[in-house]
């Protein structure tokens, strides 16, 4: 690892940390850039969208400081540093920037992982700077909390423990793990169910009914008659006026319309 105090002379100016931001709201990410213009000691190297572009831009450029969003279209800010882990890839500082509640944030105290709320206030950034200043000179190793601290959230947040859903098919009432549902769409008030194995009518009245009992970081309202499971996209398919029909993983391989809002954020997510 490189000396980041230089050569062992207290007078020299240390190294600038090198930082990667990842958030998928660009009005966030310029205006954590900007606070970071005021820190001379850290040096942005890049920024991300997503956690696939968080993934190899960490590769490419392996940044020793990484601000990471929680909230991310996927994989989302944990799967991230799965990903990470799984990959043998030496792991940067993580200082976590989330609106998750208490137990969470008590959860990143606990495992000596610094985190910042939104909005981020300049004091609060200067402390979480510092400690990671501290932990990259004294080359503290974070794989094996950070990988505690993933297996804790996950255990422990309820929108990530498998929801089982009922669905309404050839007369009977079959459970669906949620992971399994490919996409929901509603018609003349009904919601139909969608899976590989399985097609079917849901017991919920409303899409919106439906949605709140998912993972919001996997199951995306692309239009106001469909709600999908990102993970089940095989195919991305440009349509007119600058809007994209999704073909999906099911055995027709439904292309599903993506509205003109949700166009923008698809646009922004796949930089296309």
């Known amino acids: 690892m490189t000396d980041l105090l230089g050569s062992g002379d207290t007078n020299m100016t240390p190294t ?9 709201e660009q009005p966030a990410r310029d205006e954590l850039a900007f606070l970071l213009k005021g820190e001379d000691e850290i040096e942005l190297v890049g920024q991300a969208a997503n956690g696939v572009d968080a993934v190899n ?3 490419e450029l392996g940044p020793q400081l990484v601000f990471l969003d929680v909230q991310i279209p996927g994989p989302d800010g944990f799967a991230v540093i799965r990903k990470l882990l799984e990959k043998k890839v030496m792991l940067p500082a993580f200082v976590f920037v989330t609106a998750y509640d208490q137990y969470a944030v008590h959860a990143f105290e606990v495992n000596a992982v610094d985190y910042l709320l939104k909005p981020i206030s300049r004091n609060r950034l200067d402390k979480a700077i510092a400690k990671v200043r501290k932990m990259v000179v004294t080359d503290e190793t974070t794989g094996g909390k950070l990988d505690r601290l993933v297996h804790m959230l996950e255990k422990n947040d309820p929108a990530r423990q498998k929801t089982k859903l009922i669905v309404k098919s050839g007369g009977r009432l079959h459970l669906v793990d949620s992971d399994d549902l490919i996409y929901a769409s509603i018609e003349d008030g009904v919601i139909s169910i969608v899976t590989r194995e399985l097609e079917g009518q849901s017991n919920f009245r409303t899409v919106e009914d ?15 008659s469909y709600l999908i499971n990102i993970n ?41």
């Not at 509205?259 to 997510?269: P, Y």
């Open 232 to 272: 089940r996209i095989k195919e991305v398919v440009p349509w007119f006026k600058s809007s994209f029909q999704l073909k999906m993983d099911d055995r027709r391989q439904t292309e599903i319309p993506v509205s003109r809002t949700q166009s923008r954020r698809l646009r922004e997510i796949l930089n296309l």
């Open 16 to 24: 600038r940390i090198t930082a990667l931001i990842v958030d998928d």
């Open 210 to 224: 439906l949605q709140a009992n998912l993972d919001p970081k996997t199951f995306w309202r692309v239009h106001r």
């Open 57 to 59: 831009l960490i590769r």
